[in-house]
């Protein structure tokens, strides 16, 4: 699919992540409109965007940027929630259950609430962020991975669902982004610095993104350690997010 004179909806845009650079680079494509979006829309600075608010979380929200997004064609679920060091057995459970809210059900959300849009505007696709925690867990992130997990499985029930309305669904998996939360996250953990190798700059990250959504790929591995982690897949071996959390 081209995304020169496509209509897309990014969620999760916020200073310098993920979201911002899909915005920017969408823009650079030839995009005919991007709506970026954003539970504070007042923090966005998207220059040639149309910013909404939305919050996954809220389903009257995520209806009222369908109301107004009608002629979306293509779907970037970006957004996502990471609570450092939540565990299954001593976090706190409505912490636990908001992760779950926001990135299965809240994604899940979307795609119900944009599918007969995307129908009526020719089928289009859908871009699912995921994370090779989906595939490789480690202490510190086990909350978060296990919903990456849930909504890589369900990526893939909605790419066959999808597919009879004609609408495309990837998926992006990636390991580490030197985004400003990431980069936080590393530094509290390892150290400043430390883990820098391991990242690669989101600007690479969405360029793959995008290069793969065009290219009809399903599955998008954008990074090392995404290829690391679903070969690993098979094996027993370390978790490749060992480094990260020290184990
Ligand atoms: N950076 C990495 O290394 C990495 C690796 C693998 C996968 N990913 C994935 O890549 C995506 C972007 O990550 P990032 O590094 O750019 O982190 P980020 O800056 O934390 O991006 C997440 C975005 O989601 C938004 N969000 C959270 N809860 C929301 C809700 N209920 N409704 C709407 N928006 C909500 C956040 O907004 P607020 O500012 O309001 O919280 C933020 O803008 C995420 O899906 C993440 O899991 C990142």
Do not use: C
């Amino acid at each position: 699919m081209k995304l020169s004179g496509s209509t897309v909806l990014v969620t999760g845009v916020g200073a310098g992540n993920l979201g911002h650079h899909f915005v920017e680079q969408l823009i650079e494509r030839g995009a005919s409109r991007v709506y970026a979006t954003a539970r504070r829309p007042e923090t966005v600075d998207a220059p040639g965007s149309e910013v909404l608010q939305l919050d996954l979380t809220d389903r009257d929200s995520i209806a009222a940027a369908a109301a107004r997004a009608r002629d979306v064609n293509v779907l970037i679920n970006n957004a996502s929630v990471f609570a450092a060091g939540l565990t299954f057995t001593g976090g706190d459970r409505d912490v636990i259950r908001r992760s779950f809210d926001t990135n299965v059900y809240g994604t899940l959300d979307m795609v119900r609430a944009f599918a007969p849009i995307l129908a009526a505007n020719g089928g289009g696709a859908v871009l699912n962020v995921l994370s090779s925690a989906a595939w490789a867990t480690s202490d510190g992130i086990n909350v978060y991975a296990a919903s990456k997990a849930a909504l890589w499985s369900m990526t893939k029930g909605l790419r066959s669902e999808l597919s009879t309305q004609g609408t495309h669904v990837s998926s992006l998996v990636f390991g580490m982004a030197s985004t400003p939360a990431l980069k936080a996250f590393a530094e509290a953990v390892a150290g400043p610095g430390t883990l820098d190798a391991m990242m690669t700059d989101p600007a690479v990250i969405v360029r793959r993104a995008l290069d793969g959504l065009e290219s009809g790929h399903a599955e998008i591995l954008a990074d090392r350690l995404a290829v690391d982690a679903k070969a690993a897949l098979s094996g027993d071996g370390p978790s490749v997010y060992a480094a990260l959390t020290g184990e």
